[in-house]
């Protein structure tokens, strides 16, 4: 699983550099995900998360801005978020990704 200071076995500083975030699409207003995403956002943006998923879909979020002053918000779009039923408020200002398990689980933190 990800933790605070990792993604995908990379430190989040790697995410910091322009050799790694060129495939990263930079989201400043309100973007409906798909599958696959590598979404760099601003604070205060709503992503929402892609409708339908299935099994092993996965969305990667880096920052791009300042989400402790101003929380970037994951909208669940009628799937669960670690097994609850409410939106997502990023707070941490650490890359992370989520993964869709299944209906119950719904989208989790990807390792």
């Known amino acids: 699983m990800a ?3 990792t993604l995908n076995g990379h430190p989040s500083s790697y995410f910091a550099t322009a ?7 930079v989201k400043t207003s309100a973007y409906t995900a798909v599958n696959g995403d590598k979404l ?3 604070a205060g943006v ?3 998360l892609p ?7 996965i969305v990667y979020f880096a920052v791009g801005g300042d989400w ?4 970037m918000t994951v909208n669940r779009n009628g799937e669960n978020i670690m097994g609850v039923a409410s939106d997502l408020a990023a707070n941490i200002n650490e890359p992370f990704a989520l993964a869709y398990q299944n209906a119950i689980r719904g ?5």
Do not use: F, R
């Open 19 to 25: 050799d790694h975030t060129h495939d990263y699409k």
């Open 3 to 5: 933790d605070a200071t």
């Open 51 to 57: 409708n339908n998923p299935s099994p092993g879909h």
């Open 46 to 48: 709503t992503i929402t």
């Open 40 to 42: 760099t956002v601003s």
């Open 107 to 111: 989208w989790v933190l990807a390792e």
């Open 68 to 71: 402790e002053s101003s929380n």
